[in-house]
């Protein structure tokens, strides 16, 4: 056996021993049931509920079933009652034949949990079948001087029946010579002797005909008979003897046919046709004796094929007759040796088709494996794959579970085909193969997946309702039900957010959807959870979070915040006659609410009173002379300025500057033509209201630059000298700076001084000091909604 296990390590192998099996049965207690041959069909044998000590209808809930060797079925359960009754008529005969007892085992099988239970019921024998002589008529040929008390060998009659009910007693029918001996075999069979009682005269009877009676014991008895026919012959002296009473053999199953089994011999004293033996079959008709003999040289041959498995001995009876008529008589005991050549038997008791994921160790199948043959030729290693999570449990006797190793996981391997294999130990090794598919039931044990953990989408602007603005994934390795994934919205962290209002999501694919249109300037970016559920029970659940960035359209035109655009009287700006080329007259502030290229403005001259005096820088906005002012040069400017975003198609805005050139800022403010017109059209009273408020600013813008040249000449004489000083006077102080948000990013310092001769109390204008402007071509990118950080002006 460890020979046969070295040979196959790549399999499991499960291997009854006898011992084991000895000490099973010794501590297992069988039910056995008896019941009469031919009893009707449907008869009550027993409850077997009540005799296994089962509670009412816990066979139906376990599964009940009664397995047989074979599969042939001759008994029927019923589970609400637990009564087992017979299927059919049993007829021992046909079950069982010769063997004593009949035995016919079963076993009840509870798949819910696994339980066995051995049983069996005994079929006793009814005197059914009535002895029978093979032969019709049986010749004896006897010398008329044979001596009273000389015995004669008969053939035997057969009877299918066992016990008391097979052949009891042999009678022949009453005359004056003979009567009949009945003898015991050694197996138990009785056989007749015809003994002579008087002797024989052949003048005075030639010939006796005679009737052979087989009575069985059975009640009433049953009887056969067969004619006996004797022939009185002359004298022969001397009946063959046989060298041996009893000849044993051994003959395989697998024999061919006509091959020798035995030579039988008998020797004859007498000489001539009295002294030559002829041989025969004694006992068995030749058509269903599986043996011929040749009567000239007794050898016995085989005619027929051996079957182990159905007659495992044959006791053939040879007779010698010589030529005169006496005959002698041997017995020749055949055993057949049984070879492999079954292989083994495998039967399906129940079988799981569908193995649920994640169960522990489950029962998938209930089998048996039997193998007609004898010994290591009836010996069976059962097995399966290697790389299979199962395992083959023996349970009793030859049965077997299949249950599984370790939890399953249908999304590792969704099916296994498993090939139970059955192999004796005989030599040659014989063995069967049963396939079976294995099928793993999906259990709702995986969440759904999503293709990312965040999902970021890009929406333009002013976009129509129920755009579609993506997508989300999610997949499920599970199967059915359980892998359909449905979406939904999760609430927003941020309970400001309008999240309902904003998107919607397609429950059953994942795709989103704007509810309304977006601005870019209102709402930028927002974010928010979604949910995929699976339809398990219970349901299994994840999540992912989408972000959504609005993309800015551009839909703002720039906004002029320098000069105001309110509405009211324009504002001048004061340009010295003496300023010279890049000389800063002011700066276009502009802010535009888009983002991006689309917030990038770019400012342009439109139109100017004079071209080519003034010029406008680009990227800032700032409006610088051209060339040095001279005194052709009108007093009056207006220039338009455009102010225009780098979008897609760009928008624009224009502003309207109004340049007065000066001779210092002591001179009179000229006011526009229009305002002048206007100003003569203007009532009386408003004209001295005017003139009233200008007399008293001049008066007092004169106050301050005398105050202010006392203090800037008490310091020259304390210097002992003149020079000129920064301004700190009346035009100290800032002028718009826009940091970040508008196109001037530099404050500016003019140096302003007084001259010291007694000609005038003029301002001189000298160059502004300028820092380094960014190279040309820079862009400052003006956010959304810019204020003001810094203001420009004089320092």
Not at 413 to 434: F, M
Not at 454 to 464: F, G, I, M, P
Request: aromatic letters at 8%.
């Amino acid at each position: 056996m460890e020979t046969a296990l070295a040979k196959t390590p790549q399999k499991r192998q499960v291997i009854f021993l006898a011992i084991l099996l000895l000490l099973w049965e010794a501590g297992s207690d069988a039910i056995r049931y008896s019941m009469p041959e031919e009893t009707e069909s449907g008869s009550f044998v027993a409850n077997l509920a009540k005799d296994l000590g089962l509670r009412v209808g816990e066979l139906a809930t376990r599964g009940a079933r009664i397995h047989y060797k074979g599969n042939k079925q001759v008994l029927q359960l019923d589970v609400e009652t637990g009564n087992l009754l017979l299927y059919g008529k049993l007829d021992r005969e046909v079950l069982c034949g010769a063997t004593d007892p009949c035995i016919l085992y079963f076993q009840l099988l509870l798949e819910n949990p696994v339980q066995f239970f051995q049983a069996d019921l005994q079929l006793t024998d009814i005197n059914d079948h009535s002895p029978q002589f093979l032969d019709k008529e049986m010749l004896l040929k006897i010398p008329e001087n044979v001596q009273p008390g000389t015995i004669f060998p008969l053939k035997i009659a057969q009877d299918l029946d066992i016990g008391i009910n097979t052949v009891q007693n042999y009678t022949i029918s009453p005359n004056s010579h003979f009567h009949v001996v009945t003898c015991n075999r050694g197996d138990g069979r009785k056989y007749p002797e015809l003994m002579l009682d008087k002797a024989l005269d052949r003048e005075e009877q030639s010939e006796l005909s005679l009737t052979l009676t087989a009575l069985d014991g059975g009640t009433p008895p049953r009887s056969g008979t067969t004619a006996v026919h004797i022939e009185v012959v002359d004298i022969n002296d001397n009946a063959p003897q046989f060298l041996q009473s009893l000849y044993e053999v051994q003959v395989p199953e697998n024999s061919p046919l006509n091959s020798l089994v035995v030579v039988v011999s008998a020797q004859d004293l007498d000489a001539g046709t009295n002294g030559n033996v002829v041989y025969t079959l004694f006992q068995g008709n030749e058509v269903t004796q599986p043996f011929v003999i040749d009567e000239i040289t007794g050898e016995i041959r085989l005619k027929k094929a051996l079957d182990f498995e159905a007659t495992r001995y044959y006791n053939v009876e040879i007779a010698g007759t010589d030529g005169g008529g006496l005959s002698g008589k041997c017995t020749v005991a055949i055993e057949v040796v049984d070879v492999n050549d079954n292989a083994p038997e495998l039967t399906m008791s129940t079988l799981t088709s569908s193995t649920p994921e994640n169960s522990p160790e489950t029962v998938v199948a209930v089998f048996s494996v039997s193998d007609p043959d004898s010994g290591d030729n009836g010996r069976m290693v059962c097995s399966i794959q290697k790389d299979l999570p199962f395992l083959l449990k023996p349970t009793f006797k030859n049965f077997y579970t299949l249950v599984t190793e370790r939890p399953l996981d249908r999304e590792s391997q969704a099916e296994y085909n498993i090939t139970i294999t059955v192999t004796d130990l005989g030599t040659p090794r014989l063995k069967t193969q049963h396939n079976i598919t294995v099928t793993v039931s999906d259990v709702n044990d995986n969440a759904p997946a999503f293709s990312q953990s965040a999902y970021t989408l890009r929406v333009r602007e002013n976009n129509s309702p129920a755009l579609h603005i993506g997508s989300v994934s999610a997949t499920d390795r599970d199967s059915g039900a359980n892998a359909q994934v449905t979406y939904s919205l999760l609430p927003p962290h941020d309970p400001r957010l309008p999240l309902a209002s904003l998107v919607s999501i397609n429950a059953d694919n994942g795709q989103l959807f704007a509810l309304r249109s977006l601005d870019f300037e209102a709402l930028r970016a927002f974010e928010f959870g979604v949910g995929a559920a699976d339809r398990g029970s219970p349901a299994l659940s994840s999540q992912a979070l989408v972000r959504v960035l609005v993309v800015d359209d551009n839909d703002n035109s720039p906004f002029v915040l320098y000069p105001p655009q309110n509405g009211s009287a324009p504002c001048s700006e004061l340009v010295p006659r003496a300023a010279e080329a890049g000389y800063l007259v002011t700066k276009v502030v502009a802010v535009d609410g888009d983002s991006g290229q689309n917030a990038w403005l770019s400012y342009q001259l439109l139109r100017a009173t004079e071209p080519g005096l003034f010029g406008v820088w680009a990227h800032n906005g700032e409006v610088r002379t051209a060339r040095p002012l001279s005194e052709r040069d009108a007093v009056q400017h207006r220039l338009v300025v455009l102010v225009k975003d780098n979008g897609e198609p760009p928008l624009s805005a224009s502003v309207t500057l109004h340049v007065l050139l000066v001779d210092g800022f002591s001179q009179p403010y000229l006011p526009l033509p229009d305002a002048a017109a206007a100003e003569a059209r203007a009532d009386p009273l408003t004209v001295y209201l005017v003139v009233a408020l200008a007399s008293v600013s001049s008066l007092f813008l004169l106050s301050v630059l005398v105050f202010v040249a006392v203090r800037l000449c008490r310091r020259s004489r304390a210097a002992l000298g003149g020079g000129c000083s920064v301004a700190e006077g009346p035009f100290a102080g800032h002028l718009v700076d826009v940091s970040g948000a508008g196109t001037l990013s530099h404050s500016y310092q003019y140096d302003v001084c007084l001259t010291e001769g007694p000609g005038s109390n003029e301002f001189k204008f000298l160059k502004p000091i300028i820092p380094k402007f960014p190279p040309h071509g820079a862009v400052e990118e003006i956010e959304g909604n810019a204020t003001f950080r810094n203001s420009f002006g004089f320092n």
